[in-house]
């Protein structure tokens, strides 16, 4: 089945650190620029962080820059968002979503709706709090 798998989330308190995954199966993500975004219940979906599928390119939304990194390890098949720092505002669920096209140029990328990725993943809970 070819699927995106995110994991990582949890609770954290203020300040705290937490690292994210986004693992592929049944597909290789050496050609995918892959995003991660999050959404709140209620409130509109919010682009966080994307990466090229070389990972020489990448992209902070304002909120988590210098807070936030992306990388990946294309050998694992896995995309990573370390997050540092983390604020009850960082609070949502956290999707990552792979595509062969859309090239991760910040607002560009992130102003696509779900269906135009070719794989989303599922989500995972993070709640910053204390």
């Known amino acids: 089945q070819l699927q995106l798998v995110e994991s990582g989330g949890g609770l954290v308190q203020p300040g705290g650190s937490l690292r994210l995954s986004c693992a592929a199966f049944?597909?290789?993500?050496?050609?995918?620029?892959i995003g991660w975004f999050r959404q709140v219940p209620g409130k509109e979906r919010e682009g966080v962080s994307c990466i090229s599928s070389s990972g020489r390119s990448t992209n902070y939304a304002h909120s988590v820059k210098g807070r936030f990194t992306i990388s990946r390890d294309n050998a694992k098949n896995t995309v990573y968002l370390q997050m540092n720092s983390l604020k009850p505002e960082d609070t949502a669920v956290y999707y990552c979503?792979?595509?062969?096209?859309?090239?991760?140029?910040?607002?560009?990328?992130?102003?696509?709706?779900?269906?135009?990725?070719?794989?989303w993943g599922q989500g995972t809970q993070v709640t910053v709090s204390s």
């Open positions: 049944g597909f290789t993500l050496d050609s995918y620029a």
């Open positions: 979503a792979a595509d062969s096209l859309i090239p991760c140029s910040g607002t560009y990328y992130y102003a696509h709706s779900n269906s135009e990725f070719d794989y």
